[in-house]
């Protein structure tokens, strides 16, 4: 996976766009104060009529001054306080377990096993499957991976795959450091997808895009995550992302199982 230098959606970026338009603000209220100082003291006087208009013309204008500057800090202070981002992917609500019940049972946990068929899509197993991981056994997967045949003419209609952090220790450390958001970028990126849209993540939560790939056939690839779980799902036959999605939530809820 390629990972982006900034996480422009992490809470940490937000803290320092926000100590940025501070320093910002600090800065500008700092100089245009020394700026205007020979203006608001105005001409030297040189007679004691002109002593006392010169002190009330000075006044005048250090108030103006004032009254700019607090609005130029109160602008400041409200962008300051409207950058606002996400907790990393770990921190994200535990939407991949179910909380404990009102009787204080334990979270369920939670178990991924591919079903063995979803919708049009069957599961191939054995000597089929065993021939399409060779293919592509050059590419080594994260987590797991299955192989489906689906509605269309070819052999291999979905390739679902996904990885924990159970699994992986290399995916929970990204979750600790990435929040969702950078996470399906970082993904989509690698894949070099476009038109990349987010849809509804379904009953288990987290968040989902599907995009289309057009180095491989403007095929579409779906991919989820949340706090512990990362997957993703090829699609060969459909050219819908909207319906890609919906294929998606369900290959998520038949392979993704709380007990």
């Not at 400041?76 to 992917?89: I, T, Y």
């Not at 079903?115 to 069957?122: D, K, T």
């Not at 996904?162 to 290399?170: H, K, L, P, Y």
């Amino acid at each position: 996976m390629i990972t982006l230098s900034v996480d422009t959606t992490s809470q940490a970026y937000a803290t320092g766009q926000s100590v940025g338009a501070l320093l910002v603000t600090a800065v500008a209220v700092v100089c245009v104060w020394f700026a205007t100082r020979a203006w608001r003291r105005g001409p030297v006087p040189t007679s004691a009529v002109e002593v006392e208009r010169a002190g009330a013309l000075a006044v005048r204008r250090s108030n103006i001054v004032r009254g700019a500057l607090l609005v130029v800090a109160a602008a400041g202070l409200v962008q300051a306080l409207s950058f606002e981002g996400e907790p990393s992917a770990a921190e994200a609500a535990p939407v991949s377990q179910a909380p404990a019940d009102a009787g204080g049972s334990p979270p369920a946990e939670r178990v991924i096993d591919a079903a063995a068929e979803v919708g049009a899509y069957r599961l191939l197993t054995g000597a089929e499957a065993a021939e399409y991981a060779e293919l592509t056994s050059g590419k080594a997967p994260s987590g797991k991976r299955w192989f489906y045949d689906g509605p269309g003419e070819g052999p291999v209609g979905a390739v679902l795959q996904i990885n924990t952090v159970e699994w992986d220790a290399r995916l929970a450390k990204e979750k600790r450091s990435d929040t969702m958001s950078q996470e399906l970028r970082n993904f989509f990126a690698g894949a070099r997808a476009t038109e990349v849209t987010t849809f509804d993540a379904g009953s288990w939560g987290g968040k989902l895009s599907c995009g289309f790939l057009p180095n491989a056939g403007h095929q579409i690839v779906c991919a989820w995550t949340d706090s512990g779980t990362s997957g993703s799902l090829l699609l060969a036959d459909e050219q819908d992302l909207p319906k890609a999605s919906e294929i998606a939530r369900q290959f998520r809820t038949a392979s993704e199982q709380r007990t």
